[in-house]
């Protein structure tokens, strides 16, 4: 069969060449320079009958056709490589790391094994051990890539099992988070089958970091009670305020309880490849295990997660599995060229998470790329300096890690005084749905100390300093006309904005 007969029916040269030529011109265009775009579009009631239509797959249709049917489906969407979106966690990809994802997925190696992808795995193996080296793990530690955070935690979860649960003890074993921990520690657990009472979700202190001796006091008395601790999750950047936990302090109880420390790195660890300020996650180096999502601050498309283990024979204890057709493969490993598959919970799994994260780290440089991380420490810090020039602006947490948390608290009536927290809280829900709607910054709200809260976590290296100062600007003054509509509706008799009347 000629390379241009295809059996989809396409023709090679006119069909896709022509398709690939014209696309890549417009995603470039249009995926990459977002900055003056909706930086969320959501798909309104009268969009749904279309979409359901074009959803409907049917007949053969011209590949120009359907491209324009898939440009008007991803239009409705949260930029999250806008530069001005600073909700949740961002993802400002770098186009270099969509050219890398491009050409993996070109390939579609299937990254599981030597004999499968020995190139690819090889090149994984070496990016791992790096980037664990970066961390200050040992010459021991290894890796695999992951579809994120999510199932790092879960892998880092098993692995303390494995190593730490005394067989048949598991229905007594205990796990300790904080209760700034992410959920989908929580959820991992769950679904590994250990009950909500054996987690133990510990307040944590007034930075928002795990407690030591919280901590060691519900060891010791969950020890006087037959149970078995065998797992502390620390995080290394909180998803709400940045935090990083006392990992050192962490590390040194786990290591006299014989218990597991699995760090949740998923956004902080990246921090280590900071130009300039690594200092603030080096204690990264005292976990057993850890999660690290490229997807977030390391500049790469989804999905992008790394799981990095202090010691990499654990991994194999806990993942190598047989099968028979998988015999050929299974003889044919070294310790070059390893058999992932061995590694993680995917069997199928794609070489293009590590190829797209190598492609970036060695078209841009690590200087250059952590340059950039530093970039979204400043802009934070940048928020946060501009607030304390202002009044009526309480810092909720401080700029730590790209994360800042703050909210509006000016002058309300005396009549409403008694619920001035409540006042403010939708002042500040308000200010947020404003700056979103006028397409000035994706900021999202959430509660800190149980206030409602304004969140900032911009990581754009395409964010100027000057543009995030603007941006407070624009909420000052946005929280400064609410605040004064809200004492103006509750002198008023007619009270017609019910929002802000009390
Ligand atoms: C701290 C932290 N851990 C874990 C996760 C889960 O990661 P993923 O969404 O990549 O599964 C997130 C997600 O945002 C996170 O912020």
Redesign the pocket.
């Known amino acids: 069969m000629a390379v241009t007969d295809r059996s989809d029916g396409f023709h090679l040269e006119t069909d896709i060449h022509a398709a690939i030529h014209d696309l890549t011109r417009r995603l470039a265009e249009q995926s990459q320079n977002v900055d003056k775009e909706p930086i969320i579009k959501v798909a309104q009631p009268e969009h749904v009958p279309y979409l359901r239509e074009v959803g409907t797959p049917g007949v053969a249709h011209d590949v120009e056709k359907v491209l324009e049917e898939a440009f008007t489906a991803f239009d409705f969407r949260l930029r999250v490589n806008h530069p001005r979106f600073m909700g949740?966690?961002p993802s400002p990809t770098s186009p270099i790391a969509w050219l890398g994802d491009v050409v993996a997925s070109a390939f579609n190696a299937l990254g599981a094994s030597k004999l499968q992808a020995s190139g690819p795995v090889v090149i994984e193996k070496t990016l791992i051990g790096w980037l664990a080296s970066r961390i200050g793990l040992p010459a021991t530690a290894g890796g695999v890539c992951v579809?994120?955070?999510?199932?790092?935690?879960l892998m880092g979860i098993v692995l303390a099992r494995d190593q730490c649960v005394p067989h048949g003890e598991e229905q007594r074993a205990v796990a300790y988070l904080s209760d700034q921990?992410?959920?989908?520690?929580a959820k991992a657990l769950r679904l590994l089958g250990f009950k909500s009472n054996r987690v133990r979700k510990l307040p944590s202190d007034v930075s928002f970091r795990m407690d030591v001796d919280e901590l060691q006091q519900a060891i010791k008395y969950d020890r006087a009670s037959g149970l078995v601790p065998f797992l502390v999750v620390g995080?290394?950047?909180?998803?709400n305020t940045g935090a990083v936990d006392p990992l050192k302090q962490i590390a040194d109880v786990c290591k006299m309880e014989g218990m597991w420390l699995h760090v949740?790195?998923?956004?902080?660890a990246s921090a280590s490849l900071s130009a300039t300020r690594r200092d603030v996650v080096n204690e990264l180096q005292y976990a057993d295990s850890l999660?690290w999502?490229a997807?977030?601050w390391l500049f790469q498309t989804?999905?992008c997660?790394l799981f990095i283990v202090k010691d990499k024979a654990n991994m194999v204890k806990s993942f190598a599995n047989e099968g028979d057709y998988l015999r050929d493969g299974t003889a044919f490993e070294d310790d070059d060229i390893p058999n992932f598959w061995n590694c993680t919970m995917e069997l199928t799994r794609p070489a293009s998470r590590a190829m797209k994260l190598w492609f970036t780290l060695r078209v841009v440089g690590t200087q250059r790329i952590g340059e950039m991380i530093d970039h979204g420490f400043k802009l934070a810090e940048s928020a946060e300096s501009e607030l304390r020039g202002l009044q009526d602006w309480e810092i909720l947490s401080p700029a730590n890690l790209g994360v800042v948390t703050f909210r509006y608290a000016g002058r309300t009536t005396a009549a409403v005084d008694d619920q001035r927290e409540q006042v403010h809280d939708a002042i500040n829900s308000r200010i947020s749905k404003e700056l979103i709607s006028s397409n000035v910054a994706g900021i999202l709200t959430t509660k800190v100390k149980g206030k409602v809260a304004l969140r900032i976590c911009a990581l754009s290296p395409d964010l100027a300093l000057e543009d995030m100062a603007h941006i407070i600007r624009e909420a000052d003054r946005l929280g400064k006309e609410f605040s004064m509509k809200m004492m103006m509706n509750n002198r008023s008799e007619e009270k017609e904005d019910d929002e802000f009347s009390i």
């Open positions: 949740l966690i579809s994120g955070g999510s199932m790092a935690n921990t992410h959920y989908s520690v995080s290394c950047g909180t998803t949740d790195g998923a956004y902080g999660s999502d997807h977030k989804y999905s997660g």
